[in-house]
Each structure stands twice: as C-alpha cells, then as structure tokens.
C-alpha cells in the first residue's frame, strides 16, 4: 500500500510536472514527487501534510515543510523499527537511553555514513565499526566490542560533531583551524608534509584542482592566491556569520561554494565545506539530530557534483546551476525500506 504526493507551484513548466511522474519509485522523484509505501495506514505523511488529507491538496509553504521535516522522519524511523525491527544493538541501546527515542536510531547511523561518505569522495576509506565506535564515544554510548579508533578517524568525527552538534556557535577562523589540525593530525596528507591548522601558502606553487597523470595533468581550477586568503576569508566568515534575510538551504548551497571556491587549505577543503553545509542545514532546521547525509549522496552522484562544481567556478558568476543541483538533487537515503523521500521531496521545493 502507499500513498502518492505531487507538487505544484507557480509557473510550473511541463517538464517539471511530468518529471514527478516516477513509475513509483521513491528515490526518482526530485521535483516535487514523494511516495509513501506503508503498512496498514499513512504514518510520516500525516505529519509531514496533514492539510492533504483533509482536502486533498493544500498550499504550504516550503519554510513549513521544512520545520515539520524532522517530526516527519523521526515518525518514519519509529515506523520502520515497528515494522522491520531494529537489530544493531548499538541502535538499540541508543534509543534507549535517549531521550529523543523516536529520532535518536537514525542519529548515529547518519553521523556514520555521513563521516564515511565525506571521507570517501575524497578516496579515503575509513573503518566502519571504528568511525562507530568513535561517534559512540563522543555521544555517551558504550561503544561495546567495538574497536579503538586511529587518530584520523577520532578528527573527522571531531569535526562532524562539532559542526552538527553546535551548529549555533560563531564559525570562526580559529574553529576552522582547529577542524583542519584534527583532519591531519600528524601534519600530512598521506606521504606529503603539508601547512596544517592555518592557510595554505603558495611556496609549492599556486593552489590547482587537477586530475589525471603526473605531467599529464588537467586543470579544473585554480583558487585566490595565498596572499588574497585572509580577506576573502574575512569576507566569507562575516556573511555566514551574519543574520540575514535569506533562505537557509540557499544559505547553505552558497556556504559550500564559496568555501571550496576560496580552497584555503592545502588538503582537506572538500571535507571541510561539506562539514560547513552540514552546520548550515542543521541551523536551518534548529536541530542537531540528523536524518541524511549529504556525503551520501555527494558519493553517489559524485561525478555530477564535480562537473556543476567546475562549470559555475568557471562561469560568469551565474550560480543559478549550482543552486539548482543543490536544491534538488540531494535526495535523503534514511528510509530507503519505507520508499521514503521526505528530504528530497522538501528540499526539491525550497527554493520555489
């Protein structure tokens, strides 16, 4: 059984209304589309639109959506540990010390896959049970027959909790600093000694996003000068740090540009700006808990985020593009056995 949802807006194309027409697959749907398949009754959906069932439609505006979108997964998680059941104990016993119980299974499972996934654009892989076994620590759990966690490992889920958890916090150069030293915790990026805990320098040359073979290579960008880092770092911080009058997932989309545009480190950009994005979002939905990992889907769409990535930092500052991928095509994977899509489904709306 399930329930169907479609969006409409003003000045709707066509193509925007036949692209929610997905064959009921959830995870298709990235324009306004969303399915709920359920047993017995709609669960989440009830939270999420309540207005639809007592009309049949309803206006309601993206902002809306956005506040009740935690309510709504956390009914989805409850509804998926009723049907499916939960079988990892570390799970188990977080909801059960939780305070939140509803919300708090999917919270460690998010924090994972989001620290895994981040590491892993950048073709690093980590130790699932030790990236567990380390966010369990740092939340109060009893991490159980876990493994102890490397020292890098322990600095990417330091700087994920960190940026999640107090995500209200001023973002400061000094913060960043820190995330950086706790991400190279022995001063090197594999082999290579590099600038840790401060902006990189230009004394190798100047900073380039390349690819290919050595003296093969292809430049897909080249970042501000080093001379140039302390006041476009300035600029940056002073604007996100500012109380402004704007969309927070817009907010968010442009935090992550700008970040990686600047580069300002010699390693590690990519995972700090997605730390950034996270800390954005959680202020924008006043919550810590997390319930999808934008990693997740960055890894899997991998590709497409570089090319969109490439083509607005060479374009002439027209970053419609780049806000259009970003708010539309990160769908949530939390509830992938429910056939849920609540995030992607909000998030394809809030820029509308």
């Not at 399930?2 to 807006?9: C, M, N």
């Not at 409850?78 to 919300?103: C, F, H, M, N, W």
């Not at 940056?236 to 442009?254: G, R």
Request: proline share 5%; hydrophobic share 40%; net charge negative.
């Amino acid at each position: 059984m399930g329930i169907d949802i479609y969006a409409e807006w003003r000045n709707m194309t066509p193509e925007e209304s036949n692209a929610q027409i997905t064959g009921f697959d959830a995870t298709a749907g990235r324009v306004g589309y969303l399915r709920e398949a359920y047993h017995g009754e709609p669960y989440a959906t009830l939270v999420l639109v309540p207005e639809a069932f007592e009309t049949g439609e309803a206006l309601i505006p993206a902002s809306l959506l956005r506040q009740r979108l935690p309510a709504a997964l956390a009914a989805a998680e409850q509804r998926e540990k009723t049907v499916y059941g939960e079988t990892d104990p570390l799970e188990i016993q977080r909801d059960a010390s939780s305070r939140l119980p509803v919300a708090a299974g999917g919270r460690t499972r998010t924090l994972t896959e989001e620290v895994l996934k981040s590491s892993e654009i950048e073709g690093e892989i980590l130790d699932r049970d030790q990236v567990r076994s380390s966010i369990a620590g740092r939340l109060g759990m009893d991490a159980g027959g876990l493994p102890a966690a490397d020292r890098n490992v322990e600095g990417v889920v330091d700087m994920m909790l960190d940026a999640t958890q107090n995500f209200s916090d001023p973002l400061t150069k000094e913060r960043l600093f820190a995330w950086h030293a706790a991400l190279f915790p022995t001063g090197r990026s594999g082999i290579h000694k590099i600038t840790v805990g401060t902006w990189r320098t230009d004394e190798k040359g100047p900073m380039q996003v390349t690819s290919g073979a050595i003296g093969h290579e292809k430049v897909h960008y080249e970042a501000p000068a080093a001379a140039l880092l302390e006041d476009e770092m300035k600029a940056f911080l002073d604007w996100y740090n500012a109380k402004e009058d704007i969309d927070p997932v817009i907010k968010a989309a442009l935090a992550h540009l700008w970040f990686v545009t600047i580069h300002p480190f010699d390693d590690g950009n990519g995972r700090i700006a997605r730390a950034i994005t996270d800390m954005s979002l959680a202020r924008s939905e006043g919550s810590s808990q997390r319930f999808y990992s934008m990693s997740a889907q960055i890894r899997l769409e991998r590709n497409a985020y570089y090319t969109i990535l490439e083509r607005t930092q060479k374009s002439d500052l027209d970053i419609t593009p780049w806000l259009a991928w970003f708010s539309r095509y990160l769908p949530c994977l939390c509830c992938v056995k429910l056939g849920l899509c609540f995030v992607c489904w909000a998030i394809s709306c809030a820029s509308l």
